[in-house]
Nanobody
Framework: QVQLVESGGGLVQPGGSLRLSCAAS????????MGWYRQAPGKQRELVAG???????KYADSVKGRFSISRDNGKKTVYLQMTSLKPEDTAVYYC??????????????WGQGTLVTVSS
């Protein structure tokens, strides 16, 4: 079993910053890709940012230059630093982690979601 625990969401004013964290735990042998997705009301879930095991990153065009994804392999944690937040960034943010369990079975799990609200 692999679990993810997210934290860091909340209410922030436009132009403000937030940092999301997502910690993985359980029967993990290795972690490959880690990422953040978001889903706004009435919209489909979309990729916000991803980071590979080697540290390569990718971002949605809408967040490039404002968001930064990073990971701490020792802590099995992925972070999303969000700056210059806009009202359109309001959504539930989900982390997604893939890898291998201790019995070498592949896994992909989702966090429970954390709400980010950007409003004055």
């Amino acid at each position: 079993q692999v679990q993810l625990v997210e934290s860091g969401g909340g209410l922030v004013q436009p132009g403000g910053s937030l940092r999301l964290s997502c910690a993985a735990s359980g029967s993990i042998f290795s972690i490959n890709a880690m990422g953040w997705y978001r889903q706004a009301p009435g919209k489909q879930r979309e990729l916000v940012a991803g980071i590979s095991s080697g540290g390569s990153t990718k971002y949605a065009d809408s967040v490039k230059g404002r968001f930064s994804i990073s990971r701490d392999n020792g802590k099995k944690t992925v972070y999303l630093q969000m700056t210059s937040l806009k009202p359109e960034d309001t959504a539930v943010y989900y982390c997604n982690v893939g890898g291998l369990t201790v019995v070498f079975r592949p896994f992909e799990v989702w966090g429970q979601g954390t709400l980010v609200t950007v409003s004055s």
